[in-house]
T-cell receptor, first 114, second 114 residues
Framework: DQQVKQNSPSLSVQEGRISILNCDYT??????FLWYKKYPAEGPTFLIS?????DKNEDGRFTVFLNKSAKHLSLHIVPSQPGDSAVYFC?????????????FGGGTRLMVKP | ETGVTQTPRHLVMGMTNKKSLKCEQH?????MYWYKQSAKKPLELMFV???????ENNSVPSRFSPECPNSSHLFLHLHTLQPEDSALYLC?????????????FGQGTRLTVV
């Protein structure tokens, strides 16, 4: 049973426009959420995070929104740049995970076209 | 440079071989992880070590055997693997095992079992 789901395996966006990547979770005990970015032949790198006590966190071009009632979070990238093309993983952590380790979604491949 | 180094980057092995994957972190972290990334599947947590003690084993087959001799090094010993074990194996480290300590990943070892 996948507790963190990214239902869009891929997304294509024009350079300069907004990219919106979505993530849904089923476990109401999750209380911290992270986004990772992964380029080919590299490991994932941490991008941005949000605690469940917030509904928005912004860092430059990246903003994460959390809707706890809908168990949904999204990552907004604006403006999108070709260098943002990568696979983006959503991850969640909470008290009912043994040791509070991260549970990852399946990833969304973002392609930003020049 | 992520501070987490994995060797080898690529490995092809037969089903009767024994090989080991190595991970080294230079970040002063006290928790290390092995993840498996198969095609079209989420990142799967395999093993977690905190302060050199194994704290999590997510029902991984015994043909995968981890070893953590100190807080900077982590190994994954492989023997009698199956073709379906072909995947990208990622090592990660963090300061503490709570999920909001952002995990830093290595570049991964691409394993092919023939």
């Amino acid at each position: 049973d996948q507790q963190v789901k990214q239902n869009s395996p891929s997304l294509s966006v024009q350079e300069g426009r907004i990219s919106i990547l979505n993530c849904d979770y089923t476990n109401s005990m999750f209380d911290y959420f992270l986004w990772y970015k992964k380029y080919p032949a590299e490991g994932p790198t941490f991008l941005i995070s949000i605690s469940s006590i917030k509904d928005k966190n912004e860092d430059g071009r990246f903003t994460v929104f959390l809707n706890k009632s809908a168990k949904h979070l999204s990552l907004h990238i604006v403006p999108s740049q070709p260098g943002d093309s990568a696979v983006y993983f959503c991850a969640a952590s909470g008290y009912n995970n043994a040791g509070n380790m991260l549970t990852f979604g399946g990833g969304t491949r973002l392609m930003v076209k020049p | 440079e992520t501070g987490v180094t994995q060797t080898p980057r690529h490995l092809v092995m037969g089903m009767t071989n024994k090989k080991s994957l190595k991970c080294e972190q230079h970040l002063g972290h006290n928790a290390m992880y092995w993840y498996k990334q198969s095609a079209k599947k989420p990142l799967e947590l395999m093993f977690v070590y905190s302060l050199e003690e194994r704290v999590e084993n997510n029902s991984v087959p015994s043909r995968f055997s981890p070893e953590c001799p100190n807080s900077s090094h982590l190994f994954l010993h492989l023997h009698t693997l199956q073709p379906e074990d072909s995947a990208l194996y990622l090592c990660a480290s963090s300061q503490g095992i709570r999920g909001w300590n952002e995990a830093f990943f290595g570049q991964g070892t691409r394993l092919t079992v023939v």
